[in-house]
């Protein structure tokens, strides 16, 4: 139907449908760029803060009612481990925003009706994702030798870092089933995954799950072992599957079809 011949309602209700479904795109292009992004600031803010001294600089800290800083190695064995970081606000902050957007991601009904996995939900596993993501914030980390750049007076006990990986093995294990899954649905099962983009979120789903799967090894292996080298290892899986995860949030976001990404196309 052309523009014109709808009333002055019709055309407010679809200004508002647009308007709508651009805020709900950009909610994903948001997580996928959180995702991706998380590692590489962590690290950057981090590596500020240990080279520049910051937090002995009288410019920025009281240091008279602080406690003595030492700054140690930039590089962390996890990011995980950059909760007791300067970086520890924005990583407590990314995961709780990651998480509260993924309890807005609603589906529509409409299109289960005819569903390979219909008890798989976009809801139930966004809720399961968002939860899980939401521990993994609250229970920070158990450090496997002592933080001499502990901007906190504590470190999480053992119980309390095991809940963290437990939640986060969730975490991981449900948004890989939504790019498995949920993300390769039209509604048609004969239609389920045969769209160019059911390719990359097949890709990044099965990423993160080897990466999880390397990564529980990993730890398996040297679970009696007391590292005192940096290992960096775990990290580097982690934003692995980071970058997996939020490639496909930004698929899903359709972020080639932003002006900015026609602008680099054109570019190059």
Known sequence: ????????????????????????????????????????????????FVIGEVLKNSYFVHTQW?????????????ISDYYYTPASVLFTGTLITISIFLFCFHEKKDKRKNDKYPFLTDNLITNIAAVSLLFVALFPTSPKNKISDNIYNFTSSEIIGTIHLVFASIFFISVSILCIVNFRRTGNSKEFG?????????????????????????????????????????????????????????????????KFAKRVKKVF
């Open 194 to 258: 045969k769209t160019r983009s059911d390719k990359v979120y097949l890709f990044c789903g099965i990423g993160m799950l080897s990466m999880l799967v390397l990564m529980i090894v990993y730890k398996v292996d040297n679970l009696n072992k007391s590292s005192v080298v940096q290992d960096d290892t775990i990290f580097v899986l982690e934003s692995i599957m980071l970058i997996l995860f939020g490639n496909a949030w930004l698929v899903k976001g359709k972020v080639n079809e932003t």
């Open 1 to 48: 139907m052309s523009d014109d011949n709808l009333s002055p309602e019709e055309l407010k209700q679809r200004e508002e449908n647009k308007e709508f479904v651009v805020s709900f795109l950009n909610i994903r292009r948001l997580i996928g760029i959180m995702g991706i992004s998380l590692p590489i600031l962590c690290f950057i803010i981090n590596y500020t």
């Open 66 to 78: 602080s406690d003595e800083y030492e700054p140690s190695m930039y590089f962390k064995p996890s």
